[in-house]
Antibody
Framework: QITLRESGPTRVKPTQTLTLTCTFS??????????VGWIRQPPGKALEWLAL???????RYSPSLKSRLTITKDTSKNQVVLTMTNMDPVDTATYYC????????????WGQGTMVTVSA | DIQMTQSPSSVSASVGDGVTITCRAS??????LAWYQQKPGKAPKLLIY???SLQSGVPSRFSGSGSGTDFTLTISSLQPEDFATYYC????????FGPGTKVDIK
């Protein structure tokens, strides 16, 4: 059974850097064809894909946020970490991590999400 | 960048009704299209991948079709638990979600 759980601060100040951790079980990021992505959702708005890292350490980023994002993995801890620099109130959202397979391109298992508020 | 649009943005329907949601990509994405259902306060749930493949455990009243730029999600007979927001997502070039379609009770 695949599970994912997001963790990190619930509140950050404008201009600060956000660091979120996705801890997963039921699969490993050492096996071919697997990826873990980050998706966010501002309150009352649509889903927005942010970044994804593959088993082979290939990394993909949203073009509009690429300059602010870094995604890394720690296969020994079964964790994926997303950092987002220069946070702004418009970045207030629920942040999700999710399991993805190259074969389908779909996010088939999601974490419960973590709400991050950006305010002074 | 590939942009995704959905129509309608919202639809009101009754239990037992059939509902069709359309998703359009700004350029051809072959069949790299997924559909998700999201209920308030919950994470999205994958319904359909590869445009028409039903995810394990998803009821057969959900079906998907299309290729290239135009896709549809059909719910054949709405059940009370189907009132939710539905998103399409492309995976042909990076990933992009559509703006969502809210299905609510008439």
């Amino acid at each position: 059974q695949i599970t994912l759980r997001e963790s990190g601060p619930t509140r950050v100040k404008p201009t600060q850097t956000l660091t979120l951790t996705c801890t997963f079980s039921g699969f490993s990021l050492i096996f071919s064809g697997v990826g873990v992505g980050w998706i966010r959702q501002p309150p009352g708005k649509a889903l927005e894909w942010l970044a994804l890292i593959y088993w082979d350490d290939d990394k993909r980023y949203s073009p509009s946020l690429k300059s602010r994002l870094t995604i890394t993995k720690d296969t020994s801890k079964n964790q994926v970490v997303l950092t987002m620099t220069n946070m702004d109130p418009v970045d207030t959202a629920t942040y999700y991590c999710a399991h993805e397979t190259v074969r389908t391109g779909a996010f088939d298992v999601w974490g419960q999400g973590t709400m991050v508020t950006v305010s002074a | 960048d590939i942009q995704m649009t959905q129509s309608p943005s919202s639809v009101s329907a009754s239990v037992g009704d059939g509902v069709t949601i359309t998703c359009r990509a700004s350029q051809g994405i072959s069949r790299w299209l997924a559909w998700y259902q999201q209920k308030p306060g919950k994470a999205p749930k994958l319904l359909i991948y590869a445009a028409s493949s039903l995810q394990s455990g998803v009821p057969s009243r959900f079906s998907g079709s299309g290729s290239g730029t135009d896709f549809t999600l059909t719910i054949s007979s709405l059940q009370p638990e189907d009132f939710a927001t539905y998103y399409c997502q492309q995976a042909n070039s990076l990933f992009t979600f559509g703006p969502g379609t809210k299905v609510d009770i008439k």
